[in-house]
């Protein structure tokens, strides 16, 4: 009975050894387990972070149509100035800038053009300035710079008093459309056809 006894010892003793190994080897791969985890979760967290500047971008497009206050610039006549008061023209006149008070607007161009067509007075309060746009009916369609050159379109009829007041017309309106667009050249077209051609044909 005695020997049966001790020939079970071994093989406890070899179970015993197994169960340890395993349970070492269990032990260290857990650690690299846990280690690559919050690897696993970086690339996610970074596509995030990639998506929030994206969608806080989106909202940032209608800032750009933003209107903005300032005065605006429009051009009157002095007559018989002889360029004293600001450049020379026809005969023997002179431009002058004049201001208005803060407007709202999101084009200069537009309103500076249509601020000046929309004043139908002969003279500029008691200023002494003649307005030579007064006897037109005119309105702003649209405008565009190219380079340093703005074409401004404009649509219904000129009235012109005579040959003096052609330029007069012609250059309240130049100077109005290149002050407002920073430019050193204007274009106007009335109908699709040059201003100047408008007036010759009258």
């Known amino acids: 009975m005695r020997p049966q006894r001790?020939?079970?010892l071994p093989i406890a003793l070899g179970l015993g050894m197994l169960?340890?190994?395993?349970g070492c080897s269990?032990?260290?791969g857990d650690g690299p387990n846990n280690s690559t985890a919050p690897a696993a979760q970086t690339p996610s967290s970074a596509e995030s972070d990639q998506a929030s500047p994206t969608g806080s971008s989106a909202p940032s497009a209608p800032s750009s149509a933003a209107a903005t206050t300032a005065a605006l610039t429009l051009f009157y006549v002095a007559v018989g100035d002889a360029g004293q008061s600001g450049p020379e023209i026809g005969c023997g006149d002179s431009l002058v800038a004049t201001q208005t008070g803060p407007e709202e607007f999101t084009n200069q161009v537009e309103a500076s053009m249509a601020a000046l067509l929309a004043d139908d007075n002969e003279e500029l309060g008691g200023s002494g300035l003649r307005n030579a746009l007064a006897a037109s009916d005119l309105e702003y369609v649209t405008s565009l710079v190219d380079g340093d050159v703005v074409?401004?379109?404009l649509e219904g009829t000129v009235s012109s008093g005579g040959t003096c007041d052609d330029?007069?017309?012609i250059e309240q309106l130049k100077y109005t459309a290149m002050t407002a667009a920073g430019t050193g050249e204007a274009e106007i077209l009335v109908e699709g056809e040059k201003i100047e051609e408008v007036?010759?044909?009258k």
Do not use: H, K, Y
Not at 19 to 22: K, R
């Open 199 to 201: 007036l010759s044909s």
């Open 19 to 22: 169960f340890l190994a395993t």
């Open 6 to 8: 001790m020939s079970r």
């Open 151 to 153: 074409t401004v379109e």
């Open 167 to 169: 330029p007069r017309i």
């Open 26 to 28: 269990g032990g260290d």
